[in-house]
């Protein structure tokens, strides 16, 4: 593809695309996405007992954070190469299953509780995405969500976003994920919980940094890939934001270390009794 073309939603409905990064992913976003999907799972009443779900699992931080309590877990998410990560850590509680989130292969009412962190914000049928959290969810049961506070995302993407913005303001930027522009806005977000059927939603912000590697030559095109501005560049701007990136990064680095601190939103609620 050539840069400048329209990539319409892509990358993130493509499975492939996530089955190549599922590696880098598990060693380098998972670390970081724990301590969001660790307070998303610390909402939810779950015992030895539970049945719950983790709906985009990716590599498996939530299913696991679910799984140390004891609870039985079914994590779900469209890539294979994200479905063999959670099986490879051979977690006796956790049945990691490739499934789309948007049409889940799974009976009305069977789990206690459910979760997506970062998951369903990205489905191109979002609202679809929520509406089958709320079926498979039993009466009475819980439901916690995590998504960004920003439309950019988090971590290297909200200095991208701002950079590109700032260098090339007539850009004209398609979102990837309609998700994650709605449900950044907290009163949108509980609204299409709701309409979802759900009910009592509450919104709590959690901000933590993700941590760059300084040391780590990442490559622009492998750290910007997803975000949605850069597929747009072509060649000379992208190396004009990779510049002005890496001066912004040399100005607040701590030895090796350059934080980024990235805001998610985490609604909890339940399905009426
Ligand atoms: C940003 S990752 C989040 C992974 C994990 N929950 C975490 O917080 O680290 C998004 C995940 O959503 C999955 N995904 C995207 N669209 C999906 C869909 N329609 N059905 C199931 N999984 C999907 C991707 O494969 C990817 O693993």
């Given at each position: 593809?050539?840069?400048?073309e ?15 990064m599922?590696?880098?992913?598990d ?9 969001f ?8 009443a779950i ?8 709906v985009?699992t990716?590599?498996?931080?939530a299913?696991?954070?679910?799984a ?8 779900i998410d ?15 509680n ?8 948007q049409a ?11 979760t997506s962190?970062f998951?369903v ?6 609202r ?7 079926r498979?969810t039993?009466p009475?049961g819980s439901?916690a969500?995590a ?5 950019d995302g ?5 200095m ?6 700032t260098l ?37 912000e959690?901000t ?6 300084v ?6 095109d ?9 597929q ?17 990064v040399e100005?607040g ?11 998610a939103?985490i609604?909890?609620?339940r399905?009426?009794?």
């Amino acid at each position: 593809m050539q840069h400048g073309e329209q990539t319409g939603h892509l990358p993130f409905s493509d499975p492939g695309r996530w089955d190549k990064m599922a590696a880098t992913y598990d060693a380098q976003s998972q670390p970081f996405t724990a301590h969001f999907a660790e307070a998303a799972v610390a909402t939810l009443a779950i015992s030895p007992s539970s049945k719950v779900l983790d709906v985009a699992t990716g590599t498996g931080v939530a299913a696991l954070a679910a799984a140390r309590t004891g609870a039985q877990v079914t994590a779900i998410d469209f890539s294979a190469g994200m479905v063999q990560r959670v099986r490879a850590h051979g977690v006796a509680n956790i049945e990691a299953q490739q499934m789309d989130g948007q049409a889940l292969d799974l009976p009305d009412a069977a789990f206690d509780a459910v979760t997506s962190v970062f998951g369903v914000m990205l489905f191109v049928d979002w609202r679809a995405g929520l509406r089958e959290m709320a079926r498979v969810t039993r009466p009475g049961g819980s439901a916690a969500i995590a998504v960004w506070k920003s439309p950019d995302g988090a971590a290297v993407h909200l200095m991208v976003s701002r950079i590109i913005r700032t260098l090339y303001p007539d850009l004209a930027v398609q979102s990837p994920a309609t998700g994650l522009t709605a449900l950044a806005d907290p009163g949108r977000f509980a609204a299409a919980v709701v309409a979802a059927g759900f009910v009592d939603p509450k919104i709590t912000e959690v901000t933590h940094d993700f941590i760059l590697d300084v040391a780590d030559d990442h490559g622009a095109d492998r750290l910007f890939e997803f975000g949605p501005q850069w597929q747009t560049l072509n060649e000379a701007q992208r190396a004009a934001v990779a510049r002005e990136f890496a001066m912004e990064v040399e100005r607040g680095r701590s030895g090796n270390v350059f934080l980024i601190p990235s805001t998610a939103l985490i609604v909890t609620a339940r399905r009426p009794s």
